[in-house]
């Protein structure tokens, strides 16, 4: 397993851009695919992005398409979600999670994050 730290929430106003970032630790993390989630209050958690173990295959909410964008350096052993355009409805706490040897689905992960706050003021 590994222990999965996020970073880079904050508030930030509509249209504007903010990176996240999850560092992992413990061993193989290019062995497993990341994916970032995000909950906003009194709602549940949703699928935001993921990337597959290979770093070839993306996939991402409809919601964030266009927007977001997924990437992972192993030699750091971080993946980052970079934010553009964001709007109100943007506002989380934002988890990443991980997946040994997955090929970046909405599901199965078994490893998560604490969280960081995103919220995107109007």
């Known amino acids: 397993q590994v222990q999965l730290v996020e970073s880079g929430g904050g508030l930030v106003q509509a249209g504007g851009s903010l990176r996240l970032s999850c560092a992992a630790s413990?061993?193989?993390?290019?062995?497993?695919?990341m994916g970032w989630f995000r909950q906003a209050e009194g709602k549940d958690r949703e699928f935001v992005a993921a990337?597959?173990?290979?770093?070839?295959?993306?996939r991402y909410a409809d919601s964030v398409k266009g927007r977001f964008t997924i990437s992972r350096d192993n030699a750091k052993n971080t993946v980052y979600l970079q934010m553009t355009s964001l709007k109100p409805e943007d506002t989380a706490v934002y988890y990443c999670?991980?997946?040994?040897w997955g090929a970046g689905r909405e599901t199965g992960y078994k490893s998560w994050g604490q969280g960081t706050q995103v919220t995107v003021s109007s």
């Open positions: 990337l597959s173990w290979s770093g070839t295959i993306t």
């Open positions: 999670a991980a997946d040994q």
């Open positions: 413990g061993r193989s993390f290019g062995s497993y695919a």
